[in-house]
């Protein structure tokens, strides 16, 4: 009985065009606050030993969730690491493939090079985005929009995100 629904992308509204009319359907992109990302105020996460962190530093900040493609991610490592092999992968985020991803890391040998930092709040993400010389999302499918995508760019961090969902939307080749 709503007169509209807010999407917060143009994949997001086809989505939702399944259960309602177009017309109903007003697209409003989600935002960050640039100055909380671009000026770094906040700490780094306690679970983050920072002696044992090398450059460069690959971020992914999400749910873990198949969906968002981290065990692509994690099967690309050992070829990122033949071409640059002081790389490290920090995951920020819990959800429920979390002991798959960890036994995958133990299965492909990655313990020395993927950190899983579980849930990282909200005020020590700015700090990592700073840390960090790339920010992934490899998501496979249903990325209606990718908030983390923007917390990068205000960061300044370089992204490297799978086309898929509203992420093109977000982003430009």
Not at 34 to 41: A, E, G, Q, T
Not at 59 to 83: D, Q, T
């Amino acid at each position: 009985k709503a007169d509209k629904i807010i999407a917060v992308s143009q994949a997001a509204a086809e989505f939702i065009e399944h259960f309602t009319k177009r017309e109903k359907i007003v697209v409003i992109p989600n935002g960050v606050d640039v100055h909380r990302f671009n000026s770094v105020n906040s700490t780094v996460p306690n679970s983050l030993p920072l002696s044992t962190l090398e450059k460069p530093i690959i971020l992914y900040v999400g749910r873990l969730a198949y969906r968002k493609g981290i065990h692509i991610l994690l099967r690309s490592m050992p070829h990122i690491l033949e071409a640059i092999p002081q790389t490290q992968l920090l995951i920020a985020g819990s959800g429920y493939m979390e002991s798959f991803i960890w036994l995958l890391v133990k299965s492909l040998n990655l313990e020395d090079h993927v950190k899983l930092l579980g849930f990282v709040p909200d005020d020590e993400l700015p700090s990592l985005y700073d840390l960090s010389d790339l920010f992934i999302l490899p998501s496979i499918y249903c990325e209606s929009f990718g908030i983390t995508l923007l917390e990068a760019m205000a960061s300044g961090t370089p992204i490297v995100a799978s086309e898929t969902g509203g992420v093109p939307e977000v982003i430009e080749n």
